[in-house]
């Protein structure tokens, strides 16, 4: 089975970081609101007396998560072509692996985000006939490896459409 490139453990970690900064932007508004009564409780703020901030806290928490969790989650991400289908294997928590038929493929894209295209990387994604888990993304790769991909996946999902009809 086939890795994603290295750098992508880097997109997952900024999208963590994001999420930290949201988090801990939430967490600041609730207690601002909460310290000057405006969600129904007077009274000062537990953090208000100079202790260190619930937003820092929660920032540095999420933070804390994400970061290891990015670093497993490309540990255990893999993908192949076989003859019939496209597998893969991924999950940190839950693991989950996929089949999806290249008689299922409708079509394939190519992307490249803005931080993407900073580090060099794009993602393939595969959509499929079906209402659940219609298309499937393959991160983290190297733009000529997710063009060649591209290609070869297109090419198979037409082989199997002519042996399907």
């Given at each position: 089975?086939?890795?994603?490139?290295?750098?992508?453990?880097?997109?997952?970690?900024?999208?963590?970081?994001?999420?930290?900064?949201?988090?801990?932007?939430?967490?600041?508004?609730?207690?601002?609101?909460?310290?000057?009564?405006?969600?129904?409780?007077?009274?000062?703020?537990?953090?208000?007396?100079?202790?260190?901030?619930?937003?820092?806290?929660?920032?540095?928490?999420?933070?804390?998560?994400?970061?290891?969790?990015?670093?497993?989650?490309?540990?255990?991400?893999?993908?192949?072509?076989?003859?019939?289908?496209?597998?893969?294997?991924?999950?940190?928590?839950?693991?989950?692996?996929?089949?999806?038929?290249?008689?299922?493929?409708?079509?394939?894209?190519t992307q490249r985000g803005?931080?993407?295209?900073?580090?060099?990387?794009?993602?393939?994604?595969?959509?499929?006939?079906?209402?659940?888990?219609?298309?499937?993304?393959?991160?983290?790769?190297?733009?000529?490896?997710?063009?060649?991909?591209?290609?070869?996946?297109?090419?198979?999902?037409?082989?199997?459409?002519?042996?399907?009809?």
């Open positions: 089975m086939e890795s994603l490139h290295p750098r992508v453990r880097i997109v997952w970690i900024l999208t963590g970081l994001l999420g930290a900064v949201v988090v801990g932007f939430v967490v600041a508004v609730v207690d601002q609101l909460l310290s000057s009564g405006w969600l129904g409780v007077a009274g000062q703020s537990p953090t208000a007396s100079g202790t260190v901030s619930l937003s820092v806290v929660a920032f540095v928490v999420v933070l804390v998560c994400a970061v290891p969790y990015s670093l497993v989650h490309y540990r255990v991400w893999r993908f192949e072509i076989q003859d019939d289908a496209l597998y893969l294997e991924r999950g940190v928590i839950t693991r989950v692996k996929t089949a999806v038929p290249f008689v299922r493929v409708q079509h394939v894209d803005p931080v993407e295209r900073l580090l060099g990387l794009a993602s393939v994604v595969v959509y499929t006939a079906g209402s659940r888990g219609a298309d499937v993304t393959i991160p983290g790769l190297r733009p000529e490896r997710a063009s060649a991909l591209h290609d070869r996946l297109r090419e198979l999902a037409i082989e199997s459409e002519e042996d399907a009809v």
